[in-house]
């Protein structure tokens, strides 16, 4: 299939070609978190599936997509894009509180927002595992993505005398394997704790590599 096929234009039930178009997608990408994120998964899902979940054609997701590998892409760049906006709402939020009640803040905005929706979860750290190296590099950049984001709080905490100053890559790439492992388990009923429990775990774990034995904030 040389494309995808040419989506129509002009206004139409009083919706302009883009207004149909964003729809028709956010449908689609509906469908998938329902399908890839629970039953039967990404793998054992069909085009055809997928678009009667949508209540769609199969027509009309050639107009939005190529493959079902392109929905997955797009889900979990959306999930990751829901998380991140959690973050930074509650970062803005916290901004002049102490640097254990920050990160709690910021850790449970996080787990809010992917735990809301086990979904979520799967998508991020089940489906995207291994579908093809396109996906991979996707996956990978989005996590340096979250690493980037705890080394610029561990820096601004270091800026300000709550943490000791130091390169912070190394760990946060460490710590964000924790986070990932502790809360898949968690969702998959591995783990016998409440969402808060988890996340004031997560906190000290961050704790301990920003305040390391024997260091002790300025003032």
Partial sequence: MPGRLRAPTGRYGGKTAEERQAER???????????????????????AALSETAG?????????????????????????DWAEAAVLEAAAGATDLPLAERATAIFRAYAGNVAADPRRI???????IGVSPRLEEQRLARR???IDLICAEADAAAARGEAAPRDYRLAATGFIGSVNGLLHDWSA???DATLDEVVDELVRQLLGILRP???RPEG
Avoid: C, K, M
């Fill in 25 to 47: 997608r956010r449908r689609f990408l509906d469908a998938a978190l329902q399908l890839f994120g629970d039953t039967p998964g990404f793998r054992s899902t069909t085009v």
């Fill in 56 to 80: 769609l054609s199969t027509r009309q997701f050639y107009e939005e997509f190529r493959t079902l590998e392109d929905v997955l892409a797009a889900l979990h760049l959306q999930v990751n």
């Fill in 122 to 128: 799967r998508i991020t750290f089940v489906e995207i």
């Fill in 144 to 146: 340096a993505g979250w």
């Fill in 189 to 191: 009923g591995w783990v």
């Fill in 213 to 215: 034995p024997g260091w």
